[in-house]
Nanobody, 124 residues
């Protein structure tokens, strides 16, 4: 069974960068698409970025396109989310999730395994 652990969150000022990591400690998701989602207080969990099993295809929400970059290191069973030019509206708990297929999806229902989340707070 896939077990995902996120890290790298924190408190930063607007314009700063953070890099989130999502590691599969049981090394069983290397053939799965992986997505990053986020949930702000009082809002629905929303798709942020996704990557295919081999890193060949990526997807981004319009709100982060050009600022965030998703990548993966299959040998380390880790997926990264590089977040640049952070804005206060990026404040949320960020979750990674492993899809039930080789490619990512924007739909939460396509993901079976979820991490516990990591908090990102961006101050003005």
């Amino acid at each position: 069974q896939v077990q995902l652990v996120e890290s790298g969150g924190g408190l930063v000022q607007a314009g700063a960068s953070l890099r989130l990591s999502c590691t599969d400690s049981r090394r069983t998701s290397s053939n799965n698409g992986v997505g990053w989602f986020r949930q702000a207080p009082g809002k629905e969990r929303e798709f942020v970025a996704g990557i295919s099993w081999n890193g060949g295809q990526t997807q981004y929400a319009d709100s982060v396109k050009g600022r965030f970059t998703i990548s993966r290191d299959r040998s380390a069973n880790t997926v990264f989310l590089q977040m640049d030019t952070l804005q206060p509206e990026d404040t949320a708990v960020y979750y990674c999730a492993a899809a039930l297929r080789a490619y990512s999806s924007t739909a939460r229902s396509d993901y079976r395994y979820w991490g516990q989340g990591t908090q990102v707070t961006v101050s003005p």
